[in-house]
């Protein structure tokens, strides 16, 4: 024992010469094999060597070796049991030698993490300046956590609502990376050991891991993909595990972590672990058994808007699973387009308009496929499906097929329709769509479904509109448009209503004065009544009073809120007296948190609705995209005096 103090008081010289004593990051340690034939003076030069090593920031481990353990020089006898054998110390020693003297390949990723890790209070101040550091940050966060959550107390429910402001839009300040850093650190952090007890240390381990924990829970398959949130977990899997020994209530913690690792990993205990003190302990954990397995949503379970042009600019939205195969999208085309399945193919159309025919089993839905332009589908010869400038006969078809379907019948399949990608969008979403620095989460799949389903309703409403040529049917189809609109804001979809609203409202049909004054003067008054609540005066007043009022579950118009959203990031600043602006923060996350409040259904009245190969027009809308085009059909029907 004599000769670990002699080596310890070296260690600590060195230390208090850099004046970083109090700040000094635990540094990772790679605990190698142990060579048992190794002789006492080779292990009496290992105090040098491992003195040395402890200056040298650069030799820095990767994370490809069976085990971890965290050192700190100045707490480093604490975490050694007293009861250790002589020959014990004199091989961990001969580890060390090893471990500071080997040389160690370090990946890009991290290199720029665990490199850092000698150093990051330089490193922050850097970079950030003057500003809150994501360590100061998420340090102001754990003093006012509170893990005691009762609704009934104030004080631990706007803790709880603080973490969630953090959680929700800690991208507006900081990037992933940062905050990985910045909870790892915090959580093997031995600065206040002086000063803190056990009881301190783990309270501060426990909050650390219940962010973790939460922030999995918020984003959920979101970090899934993510290498290098799967490398934080894993190192923060084993520092629980050494802390185990010393917290034996970090258990059930240590069960939540595990369950977040979406790889199955068989993970072997070192004989110098501190676990191998307690084999009871050890078979509790049951580390020798392989790992749940969480798989990350496969590919298959996406959904996807295919937008198969069937000419230039009129293409046809088909919502399909993203493993669908081209001889699937053909049966659904040759139905809406009412023709053989044997007499169209489907083939991808590059940028310079060379076509690249699909076979019948290739997956549509491929980076190679969608990079090179755009789906289309011919005839056999190559020739144009249909174009919206001719086929009066398909149009009229299309035009009595819609006059025969029920108001009410076509609102439901839209709200239907509308729920199917609703239910899928998750709060962090809006946040990476408008906030986001982070390319690593952002995820916004879901989102931009919403968003083109929206603009793919009004084209819907404009196109069906200009393609009738019969000036009665016009005005029929215009009626039913203006009750559609009426039964969606009946049943809450907000979406819906504002998309045909809007088509109704634009330039190519609000100039058809003569369909206009054909439409009774009851219908017309409703219109103006629904027109009013998207007026956007007095920053949208009505339409957020009568959205407000209504009961959920409810379909927002997603735009509106991406204005919010981002008005009140423009608007205010991000950092308030070198910290965060949480009123900002908690301004942001209100307007993100409207998305769960919409999805909830305490009393379960929205029932999923059954397809109806009826409304195949109106899953597989058929529209024209190019506005040029729709208003030369507007003047065709309608020509300037």
Known sequence: MGSRTKQRQQQQQPVELCGHAKLTPAVLVEQEEDEEDEEENGTDDSSGSSSSSSAEPACVPTFDVP?????????????EDEHEEEDEEEEEDEEEEGSSSCSRSLSSLEEDWLGDASSVPCRYGSAWGAVGTPYRVLAHLLTHLRLDHEPSNPASTDSEMLLHDFLLTYLVFMSTSDLCQALLRHYSSKRSMVCEDMEEALLRKRKVLHIVSRWSALYTDFLRDNDYITLFTKSLHRCVLDDLYNYPSLEGELRKLRRLLSIQHRYTVDKYSPHQKSKALHKQLGVEESWPQHKPSPLADREVLYCIYVCEDSYISVKAKSSVRAEQLLSVLAQRL???????????????????????????????????????VYRKDLSTVMSPLRDAGQHQQRTAHLLG???????????????????CLREPELICFTCSRDACVGHRGALERMLQHCNEVQLWVMTELLLCSAHCKRVQLLKKFIKVAAHCKAQRNMSSFFAIVLGLNTAAIS??????????????????????????????KAYRTTFKQMKTPKLPFLPLLLKDITFVREGNKTFLDNMPNFDKLHMIAESARLIKDCQLDPTGDRRRHKDNPDMTCITHLHLISSQETLFHLSHRLEPRP
Not at 532 to 537: A, E, G, I, K
């Open 511 to 540: 100039r058809l004065t003569q369909t206009w004054e054909k439409v009774p003067w009851k219908f017309r008054k409703v219109f103006s009544e629904l027109e009013s609540l998207t007026d956007p005066s007095f920053n949208h």
């Open 338 to 376: 009412d023709c053989p399945v044997e007499d169209i193919v489907l083939a991808a159309v590059t940028h310079s308009g060379e076509k690249l025919l699909l076979q019948p089993q290739d997956s549509v839905f491929s980076d190679c496929v969608l990079s090179v332009g755009r789906l289309q």
């Open 405 to 423: 379907l029920n108001a009410w019948d076509v609102a439901v399949t839209l709200t239907g329709f509308d729920w199917s990608l609703f239910e």
């Open 67 to 79: 085990y971890f353990r965290y050192i700190d020089e100045e707490d480093e006898g604490k975490a």
